[in-house]
Each structure stands twice: as C-alpha cells, then as structure tokens.
C-alpha cells in the first residue's frame, strides 16, 4: 500500500457540504459556539450524536424528522453516512455540524412543535373516532386512568412500567408514552384545560429523570422533547388535523407507515391521551 | 445446547434494523432462541425469562447493544455471528436504473414528487398556459416571470381563488413558506411573523431588518408587483391575508406594497381590519420599511433596536448630484420617498439630469442578462461612469445577498468602488441581507466598508445618508 | 380544510419550469425539486393554447373524452360481408386506409392494393385496365374510418371482402376491420399477384364463413382481455402480435373443431392459416381501438387525438373536440430494417390505419412489453423503455388493463392530447410495417415512425377556434 502524496490526501479530506433543515429545538445547541459531540451509531439513514447529555439526529430525507433532528436533502441512496464512524468525534456550532468527511450547514427550521388551534372537547371526540388507542404489546390502562384522573403519581407508576418495553432504539413503551405525552400536553393547550396543562408540566421533570434512568439516552431525548410538545413531523401533522387542519385518516395512516413500531405506539399514545382528556371533560371536570 | 450473551456497548441500532436482525438470528438453522435489543431493563427481563445467564449482562444499560443466542453448538453461534453482522451491515439499495425521460411541464414535473407549489420563470408570454395546468393538477403558483397580460394574471388569481389556491406573481421575486427561500429570499431564523407582499425587494427589506432585531419569519407570501393595481383588485394579497390569520403558527402579519390604488388600499386595510392578529401595513409612499419593522417590534412589545450598520466618514467627499444605482425596484422607489424631501427632485431615467435613481432590474436594462442581484455587469459599467463623472458627488447602490442572489457581490464590486471613492465619490451601500445568508452578510459588509463605502443595513438609514452626503457638501 | 392551510402547515414541494437558479437555490436550502425540461410550444399555437386554458373546458372535456374510450368492452362477434355491413357502400366503392385520397395523389402501395381489389371483385381485366379505370373515376374512394371501420397498410375493403364485426359489451358501438390476410406479398401492402387474388377469395369462401359460424356458435370473443394477456407476453398491439393471435386460437379452437358449420378440410384450413399468420388478430387489435376512439370523438373542448391514420400520401389526425375534421400533413418516411435487398429507396411514406393502436396506447406506446421487437427502436430493451416513458408526457391518462410487466405493471400511456404535443414538442411514437413503393412490391420492411407535428398545429388552431 503507498502512501498518498500530501497534497492527494488533502483532496481525498475535502469534506462533501450538505445543506440541512434542522428542528427549532436544537437550535440553541447548532448556532452556539462550537462543541465536541460523539457519534453514538450510524445507518444508512441516520447519525446519532451525543451532545453534552443530549442526541441529536442527522437523518436523510427518506427518514421522519425528529424533534432533536437535523434532516438532509439527500436520501440514504447516496450513502453519504458511510463516511461516518461510529466513537468518532465531532463538531458542532455556528450552524455546522461537521461530520468527519460531511459538513451539513443548516439552511433552515422547522418548529417539531405544533401550533394547534382551539377546538372543542366534542370536535376533539369526532375527530378521533375510530382511530385504535392500543397497541398488541402495551398494556396502558393503568396509563389512560391516571390521565383521566389527572393523577401525577398513576402517570409517574404507569410510565415506569412501560418505559424501555419492546426492541429498538426507541422501544415501543417509549413511542407509546410519548405519543401520549405531547398530545396530552398540546391538546390541553387547544382545549383550554389549563388544569391539565399544569399538571403535564409539573410531572414533566421526574418523568424525564425516569426516561433517563430507563431507556436509551436517544430514546430518553424524545420523551423530553414530547414533554414539550415537540413531536415527529407525522405526529405532529396527525395532531394538527385533530384539530381541524389536515385529514385525519391520512395523517393517521402517514404516521402508521413511521419506523417499525414506532409510528403505530405513537399514534395509538396520541389517541389515548386526546380520549383521555375528552373524559376528564365529560366527568365534569372544569378547566 | 449453547448459550452465549454478549454486550456491544454504545452501539445503536434502529428498531427496524434489529428486529430483522432478530428476525435473521432465528432463521440461522440450530439456532433454537435469539434476542437482539438494546439492553434496557424490560428488555434485560425478557433475557432472563427467555432463561439465559443475567450475570453475562451485569452492567449492560439502555445505549448497549444485547445479544443473546442459544444454538446447537459453537459452529452455529459463529454463524449467528455472520448473520448478525450482515443484518447490522449497512448497504447501499439499488439505484432504479430505467432512466425515464425529463418532465417537460410543471405539471408533469409536478407528478414525480407530488409537488404543492409550482414555481414558473418561462417567459411571460408562455407562463399562463404553464400556470393554469398547475392549478389544474391543485399546486399553488409562483409565477417570476414579468410580461404577463393583466387579464391572464386575473383568470389566473379568480381560478386561484375558485380552487383555493394561491397565485403568487406574475412578476413575483420573493417568497418565503415555512422557512423555504423561493426565488431571491433571505435566510430567516425561526419565528412568528407571517408576511404577504405586492414588492419582491420591499419583502426582502422587512425581512433583514426583522431578523436583525431577532424576530424571525416564517412565512412571506409574494403576490406579485400587479396585486394592488384597480384591476387585479388584491385578489391574492386578500387571499395571502386570510390564510396567515387562519395559521396557528403565524403570531403577527406584516403586508407590503408600493403605492396601491386607492379602493384596493381600503380595502386591504378593511380586510386587516377584520384580522384576529395584529397586521401591520407598509404601503410605500406613506412610510418606510425601517418605520414598518419598528411598528413589528412595537407591536411585539420590544423596544427600538439600531440595526446593523457599517459607517465611513466620508465628509470630504467631492460636491455634486446623487447617482443612485439600483437592482431593486422598491428599494429604489423608497430611497426616492426618503431623499426627496431633501434633494428635491430626483430623475428615474438615466438621461434625466441632476439627481438620478435608476431601477437596473427594470426589463429595458436587462435584455439578454440575469437580474443585476446576480449579473451586475451594467451596474459596475455604472459604477465606474459614475466615478469618472464629476457631476456626480454620491453614489447610492443596494446590494442584495440571499438564496438566488450572487454569490459573492462585494468581490466583484470592491475595485470600482475603491476607484470611485479615490476619484473623490462618497459612496453608501444598503446592503439588504441576514447572518443566515449564504454569502455571509458581515463579510460582505466589511469588505465594502474596506473599499470605502459606507454600508447600512436599512435601505432608509442609507438613502438618508446619501442625501445628507450630499446636502452637506452642496450648502457648504 | 383548504389548500392554502396544507400549504402553511408544511414544507413546501416544489416543481420549477424555467431557470435553474431557482431550483438549485432551493435544492441549496436542503430541499428537493422536480424540474421540467421545459421548452416553449411549437411556433403557431401560443395564442390558441392561450385560449384553450383561459376557456378552461378543455381538461374536463378530455376527462370525459377518455373515460368513454376505456368505458368500451370490444367483444370479436362475427364475420359479415363488407357490402353488407357498410350501408353506404356501392359495387364500385372502395375503402381505404387514412384520410380522405384521389387516385392522382395515391402512393404505389395504395394503387397496387386498389388494382389488386379490382381484378378480387372482377371490375377489371388486368392491372393496366384497373388503373386506367381507377383514373377515369369508375370507382369511389372512401376512407375506413369514416364508416367505422380500419384496414392495415393500404386498408381497401372492397364489397366482397370479409369483414370482423366487433361490437361494444358495454354499450352500442360496432367497429370493423377487415381480416389479416398474412405477411409478404399481399393486398394491404399493395401486391396483387395471382395468388394473392387468390388468397382473398379463400379468404370469402372459406375463412369468413367458418370463422362467423364459429364465432356465432361459441359467443363473443373478449378482445381487451385478450390484449390485456398479451401484452404480459411480449406483444404491442402493433408490431407484434404472435401473443394475441395464439390466444385466440385456443379462445375459438373449439368452437372451429365443434361448432363451426363445414367440412373438416376447411376448418383445418382456417385453424393452419390462423396458426401460420403472427399477425392475424392486428385487424382485430385494430378495430377494438376504433371502438374506443368512436366512443371517445365528438366532446366539444376535448384535445384527445381520436384518429391518426395514413394512406401512403398524407398523415392525418382527428381530435374529440374538433368532430370528422382531418388535419393532415404529408406522409413522413419510416426509419426501419428492411427484408433482404429492400433499402430505404424502395420504402412508401408511411401508410395504414394501424396508428388507430397507438391512439389506445398500444403499439408505439406500449413498446416497453414488447422486448422481441426491440430491433426497431435501436436494439436495446432500455431503449423501448424509454420510448414508453416519453409517451406518458403526452398522455391524458394510464390504460386501467393494459400493463407493462417491466415498468411494474403500470398502465400504458393512453389517449394522446395533441395540445400537450404541441406543448411538449414530444411526437407520438408509432411502430409500424413498411409497404415498397413500386405498386405491386409488397412488404419491404418495418420501424419507427413520429407523426408530423403540422397536423396537431392545425388541429389545435381549430380546436381553438372553436371555443367561441
């Protein structure tokens, strides 16, 4: 094997530059100064990064985009994550993200958090009529019965015993509750249920101290994230059309074709937690 | 029988992925039970239940990669090993390979990537027939193009509005969806605004101003430079109008105009009116972009701001006319409404005499060329018969960056205006840009300041300056 | 919800026409685009396009206009008499293939066929007797398609001939054609040797009544069926038809062996001239296409080509919206390979009513089935490919049963709208046989030929002209 002239080396070096569309909600950690973050795993179709405690997720067009996500406008036809290796390290900031061989600049935001407009508790039931709120593996009636109720330490026990469940980088417990999380914490906002609307924020942080402790660190990211109400962009597009903005069936069925389990347990959270709120309401619960 | 459980740490795997991969483990012939998750304490209790060694994944937490296998023998664990291997290789798919031939229309261009918007720069005399196809297959319609017949842009905006779609243009630069620069648009950072403009520039103006005070825009609806005109009647602008007061995601809405017909004007202001968000209005002619983005802020309860600038003194310069040399139509149209009232008079044309602001965007300088946002050959041509003409005192140009502009104006421009500046010219520069912009706004701003010019970021502050320029120098 | 909320909800998805500094600054802001390779439309047409769209029937119209052209079920039901069947016809009409033609301007193959056609009926004594009568007026030229029928090459039906009654399963249209008479010196390629005389009268004496007597006895053959099956094995509907034709065979075997009223000698004649001819079932083909498009004529508005057809003269079309007005330009050249010694000298202009198939997205548009023809398109099955996919561009719509294994069973394009050809400049793409030019030749060859854009400048100015 020879060894590449200088200036050959350099060349071969020259980082391919990609534009990237990345989540508002990273958006203090890519246009900071620079920091060092490490790549957790690659795919065709993903990079994970740990930045400080946090992942973010470089992805190609062909994948959802993630609430903690900077998505590419190449797909993961071309390949262009085989340059980046896994443990290695890189940088972060002034709106780069230099990945080894890739430097992605972003070009633009997107806000992984819906704007919902106001809708009624009846509109809400309407809308969600006949979408499933049950996935085969997860048992969340413990889960729906502590929403209805309002209940912090039910929500706080049922998430212990879901959290982690089922194979993947998000497993499936994780999508569930998610799902119900963020719907929970947004659909409150659009229904005018300020009470619930407090008592989603004030389990926020137990509930993100125990995502840590009891899943993946990627995993434990989106759970943050929908306890913020940042969402998937099929999630959200689902949210918005319960809403009235967008078409149920369709949406539904884009957020169903999301992962492998992942899009079915979010959407399934997402219906439990509107259901849920639609029955605290008819118990007679006031804002 | 065989059990083996191993630990990758930190290794990450997407579900699908590792599911197949299971999936591949148990078909491997002898493998009898195979799990491969991440190692989180559900999944760690599906180890133990399914019987293998616990103490083999002491420690294993939720980042680290389980493995599990149970096989005849050693033979079978190696082969599971290859199987998983192959499983976690990425590969490349294969590319499709049958070529099919290029669209050769917006609808068919439309059709292989389910397209909403059409974006249309054919020219003028051939864009309805492109236009009216797309608003038959249901995407929404930017036409850049200029020339297009007045009665064709009207059947194209009643059909937009029949259809309940948007009609942006004829002759529209500028427009902004959801973050998505299309045609000469800045880099926005995230934000609240929503905004609906009849003036490709006068958009890009509002803008940059915007984004330098920190508030973000997130959409910016082109309506094209006719809307407000008797006869178009502000169909889209009224349309454009509606849809940001019905976006959840759209807090406060700016609209933007040159100077409309006066029963268009009322009625756009009605229409505002009747918004649930507050609107703010610039109609040119009744104030400027800089007094426009201070209502914006006003109204978002912050306070004034000073917006970036990049002075020169140039005190000294040599006495004489302003020589205004524009690529944006509005930005020309507001540098006149501000230098008037002290200038006096102020010529568009080029052999007008005394003061002259010329418009090199308008169609009888651009036969033949690009747009002088990114060909600005007849503008340096100017430029340095400005500099050689000592009638001239002032020279007054914008300099317009973003998506779909030059990339680099400043290298090209910097020798003219050194030698303009040497030969005794001010020279002021209002330079129309953001941080985001891919020509890198500060370092544009400084190499002109470098060359001597004195650079501002409000197309107002700059036009003010010329004139101050020039006054100064003619009374003393 | 409204398109303008979707719009603000989402990124937008951009197609562009025009520059591409407007889609590489959008790709530049990590977002996709579709771009055409636009082109402006062809010199003459602005204005009436212009019109066309700001009178805005015109897509609806096609809609209509082509949901009628596959709302047809072509069923084969029987074999008549072409003096019968065609009420307007008289001992000395002859009826021939494209538009309307004087002996004087007749190509070589049209004359050797009309020759041919008269010594067949008796109206003349040899070849230099049917010319100078032909000349003198002694006999009617009319076109097929303005008696609903179409004829391959040369396309004369005279009086005598067989003729295959196809009739609508679905509603009351009736098209006919003649019967394929085989390949190499034949009437339709404009021979008309002694045996070719002498085929054509087996042909009235044996194989329409045994073929009818089948038919009537075992019911309607279900032609888009067969079609639909053929071209899942290799055929176009045009250039090749070897599928087509062995499937009819096993669909009437039967019922030639068991039903047809003859003596044994002659239905075995039949079942080996069937057997023995690739191209039986073209006229077939071709007929099941004139049921569709006679469906499909007559929507005011509608720029859907309904007829394309050729007589060795002149190439013209007709579209929905514009009723039995032709538009014709003259007959191009066809670009081929040629039998033996033939070359490109010895080729008619294009001839035949066999275009009637490309008009129903077979035949050029459906080249990509059929890989065993290839050689016509310059020898590769990715070239064939690609000659269907330039058609889609010009097609209002994908067949709903005639599918392309090779493109993933995706429809053929089907119903040609001339004001996207003269949009997009793409001509449709026609296979078809070559007939030699010395009256008398027969077959020389077969290739590829475009239509001629004049005619669908014409037709487009009339359509326009007559919105109002």
């Known amino acids: ?287 | 029988m065989i059990s083996r459980v191993e630990i990758h740490p930190g290794r990450y795997h997407d579900s699908v992925r590792l599911m197949q991969a299971s999936k591949a483990l148990q078909d491997v012939e002898g493998v009898s039970d195979a799990l491969v998750a991440m190692a989180t304490e559900l999944n760690l209790g599906l180890l133990g239940d399914m019987g293998f060694d616990m103490n083999a994944a002491a420690g294993a937490g939720p980042n680290d990669l389980l493995l599990a296998v149970r096989a005849e023998d050693e033979e079978i664990i190696a082969a599971a090993h290859r199987a998983l291997d192959d499983a976690l290789t990425h590969k490349v798919a294969p590319s499709g390979g049958l070529d099919a031939p290029a669209p050769k229309t917006v609808g068919s261009a439309a059709k292989t990537n389910g397209a909403n918007v059409a974006l249309l720069s054919v020219p003028g005399e051939h864009a309805f027939v492109e236009a009216k196809e797309a608003l038959d297959s249901g995407q929404h319609v930017m036409i850049f193009s200029d020339n297009v017949p007045v009665e064709q842009e009207i059947i194209l905006k009643n059909y937009g509005v029949e259809k309940g779609l948007l009609v942006m243009g004829p002759d529209c630069g500028t427009a902004i969806i959801n973050g998505l620069g299309l045609g000469f648009a800045n880099a926005m950072q995230p934000g609240p605004v929503g905004m609906v403009g009849a003036s490709g520039t006068g958009i890009q103006q509002m803008c940059c101003l915007l984004d330098d005070a920190g508030v973000g825009v997130r959409h910016a609806l082109g309506t094209g430079s006719h809307d407000l005109s008797e006869e178009v009647g502000a169909l889209s602008t009224l349309q454009a109008l509606q849809a940001l007061d019905d976006d959840p995601s759209t807090d406060l809405i700016v609209v933007i105009s040159k100077p409309p017909a006066a029963p268009v004007a009322a009625r756009v202001r009605a229409a505002a009116a009747a918004c649930s968000k507050p609107v703010v209005i610039t109609f040119m002619g009744e104030n400027t972009l800089e007094e426009g983005a201070g209502e914006v802020l006003a109204t978002m309860g912050m306070s004034e701001v000073t917006y970036a600038s990049w002075p020169v003194d140039q005190q000294d310069h040599r006495p004489g006319f302003v020589r205004g040399l524009f690529a944006g139509g509005t930005l020309r149209s507001e540098a006149r409404f501000v230098c008037m009232p002290l200038l006096g008079e102020i010529g568009t044309k080029e052999e007008d005499p005394g003061h002259t602001f010329i418009d090199y965007g308008d169609d009888e300088y651009t036969q033949g060329r690009a747009h002088p946002m990114i060909d600005q050959t007849v503008r340096i041509d100017r430029l340095a018969e400005a500099a050689a003409d000592t009638s001239v005192g002032v020279i007054l140009m914008d300099v317009v960056l973003g998506y779909g502009a030059n990339a680099d104006p400043a290298t090209e421009l910097v020798p003219e205006i050194e030698k303009a500046v040497s030969a005794g010219a001010a020279v002021v520069v209002s330079l129309c840009g953001t941080k985001g912009d891919p020509q890198n706004r500060d370092a544009q701003a400084r190499a002109l300041q470098q060359a001597g010019a004195s650079v501002w970021l409000s197309n107002a502050a700059a036009s003010l300056e010329a004139a101050r320029l020039a006054t100064s120098r003619t009374s003393a | 919800m409204s398109d303008l909320n979707q719009l603000l909800d989402n990124d937008p998805i951009v197609a562009t026409a025009g520059t591409d500094m407007l889609a590489d600054s959008i790709e530049q802001q990590g977002s996709t685009v579709s771009r055409a390779d636009w082109r402006p439309p062809f010199a003459g047409t602005e204005t009436a396009l212009a019109r066309l769209a700001a009178d805005g029937r015109m897509p609806d119209a096609n809609a209509t206009a082509i949901s009628r052209m596959l709302a047809v079920r072509p069923h084969f039901a029987d074999v008549g008499v072409a003096r019968d069947v065609f009420p307007e016809m008289t001992d000395r009409t002859f009826l021939h293939a494209g538009p309307p033609l004087e002996w004087e301007r007749a190509s070589g193959p049209m004359r050797g066929a009309i020759i041919g056609a008269m010594l067949y009926e008796g109206l003349a004594t040899d070849p230099d007797d049917a010319a100078e009568k032909a000349a003198r007026g002694e006999i009617e030229l009319s076109p097929c398609h303005h008696h609903g029928a179409v004829g391959p090459m040369a396309g004369v039906t005279s009086p005598s001939m067989p003729v295959a009654i196809i009739k609508d399963g679905a509603g009351d249209g009736v098209s006919y054609s003649t019967l394929n008479e085989g390949l190499g010196k034949v009437l339709r390629y404009g021979a008309f040797a002694p045996e070719v005389i002498e085929r054509l009268k087996w042909m009235d004496r044996v194989l329409g009544p045994v073929l009818g007597s089948a038919l009537r006895s075992r019911g309607p053959v279900d032609l888009q069926s067969l079609i639909a099956q053929a071209l899942q094995m290799g055929d176009d509907g045009h250039n090749r038809n070897r599928a087509v034709t062995s499937l009819f065979l096993r669909e009437i075997g039967a019922s030639l062996v068991d039903g047809a009223d003859a003596p044994t000698a002659q239905r075995l004649e039949v079942f080996k001239f069937i057997d023995n001819n690739d191209h039986f079932m073209l006229n077939l083909v071709m007929a099941a296409g004139k049921l569709g498009s006679d469906a499909a004529a007559g929507v005011p508005a509608s720029s859907l080509v309904t007829v394309m057809a050729r007589n060795g003269t002149d190439f013209g079309i007709r579209l929905s919206g514009t009723g039995d007005e032709w538009f014709s330009a003259p007959a191009p050249p066809v670009e081929g390979l040629y039998l033996g010694a033939f070359t490109e000298e010895d080729a008619s202009p294009d001839i035949g009513d066999s275009t009637i198939t490309e008009t129903v997205g077979l035949g050029g548009f459906a080249m990509a089935a059929a890989p065993a023809i290839v050689g016509f398109v310059g020898g590769t099955a990715a070239g064939a490919v690609r000659r269907t996919l330039a058609m889609y561009e010009i097609s209002l719509t994908e067949h709903p049963a005639y599918q392309i294994p090779m493109l993933e069973f995706r429809g053929t394009p089907t119903g040609i709208d001339a004001a996207r050809v003269v949009r997009t400049g793409v001509m449709p793409q026609i296979n078809t046989g070559v007939a030699g030019k010395v009256p008398g030749t027969g077959m020389v060859g077969a290739g590829l030929v475009e239509a001629p854009m004049d005619c669908f400048v014409q037709g487009i100015n009339a359509l326009a002209a007559t919105l109002g």
């Open chain 1, 1 to 287: 094997m020879t060894v590449p002239a200088a200036e050959e080396t350099k060349r071969l070096q020259a980082p391919v530059r990609v534009p990237g569309v990345a989540s508002t909600a990273i958006y203090g950690a890519v246009s900071a100064a620079g920091t060092q973050a490490t790549v957790l795993g690659t795919s065709g179709h993903a990079v994970w990064l740990l930045v400080e405690d946090k992942v973010i997720v470089v992805s190609t067009s062909d994948s959802t985009r993630l609430p903690n996500g900077v998505q590419l406008a190449a797909g993961s036809s071309s390949d262009l994550f085989r340059m980046v290796h896994h443990g290695a390290t890189v940088e972060i900031g002034h709106g780069r993200i230099m990945l080894e061989g890739l430097a992605v600049t972003i070009t633009r935001w997107w806000d992984p958090r819906p704007a919902l407009a106001v809708i009624s508790p009846a509109k809400l039931a309407e809308a969600v009529a006949g979408l499933p709120s049950a996935v085969p593996d997860i048992d969340a009636g413990s889960l729906r019965a502590a929403l209805v109720a309002g209940s912090p330490g039910g929500i706080l026990l049922s998430a212990r015993s879901l959290l982690g469940k089922g194979p993947g980088l998000t497993p499936e417990g994780d999508d569930y509750l998610a799902g119900a999380f963020a719907a929970t914490r947004l659909l409150a906002e659009a229904l005018g249920r300020d009470r619930t609307t407090a008592m989603i924020a004030g389990v926020s942080v137990p509930l993100a101290s125990l995502a840590d402790a009891r899943t993946t660190t990627f995993s434990a990211s989106l759970i943050h994230s929908a306890l913020r109400g940042q969402v998937a962009e099929p999630a959200g597009a689902l949210l918005r059309a319960f809403t009235g903005r967008g078409d149920v069936a369709l949406s539904h069925e884009a957020l169903l074709r999301v992962g492998h389990t992942s899009g079915p347990a979010l959407a399934a959270g997402m219906v439990m937690a509107a259901q849920s709120l639609i029955q605290s309401v008819s118990n007679g619960g006031t804002a």
